[in-house]
């Protein structure tokens, strides 16, 4: 049964960075695809940044050349450095695995972004 831990969050200033980090365990992590997802208060989930397999990603165009997603196979992780974050940034995080019908999703981790 794979599981993924979602770590890094906070609360930040307007202008200010955060890595957000996912642990996965319990797939075969090089084979899925990964992926930011985020859902602020009265809101649905959307999807925020995703990495395939061979490292091509797709952000939402809100965060291009802010966020930036990477992951390293080899210790079965996937990170999201969000930086010049915005209050409409604020939202619960959450990290995604995806294998054609296999979909696993991690708890969340909370971003607020405030003065």
């Known amino acids: 049964q794979g599981q993924l831990v979602e770590s890094g969050g906070g609360l930040v200033q307007p202008g200010g960075s955060l890595r957000l980090a996912c642990a996965a365990s319990g797939i075969t992590f090089s084979a899925y695809v990964m992926g930011w997802y985020r859902q602020a208060p009265g809101k649905q989930r959307e999807s925020v940044a995703i990495?395939?397999?061979?490292?091509?990603?797709h952000l939402r165009d809100s965060v291009k050349g802010r966020f930036t997603i990477s992951r390293d196979n080899a210790k079965n992780m996937v990170y999201l450095q969000m930086n010049s974050l915005k209050p409409e940034d604020t939202a619960v995080y959450h990290c995604?695995?995806?294998?054609?019908?296999?979909?696993?999703w991690g708890q969340g981790t909370q971003v607020t972004v405030s003065s």
């Open positions: 990495i395939h397999s061979g490292g091509s990603t």
């Open positions: 995604n695995a995806l294998l054609n019908e296999i979909n696993y």
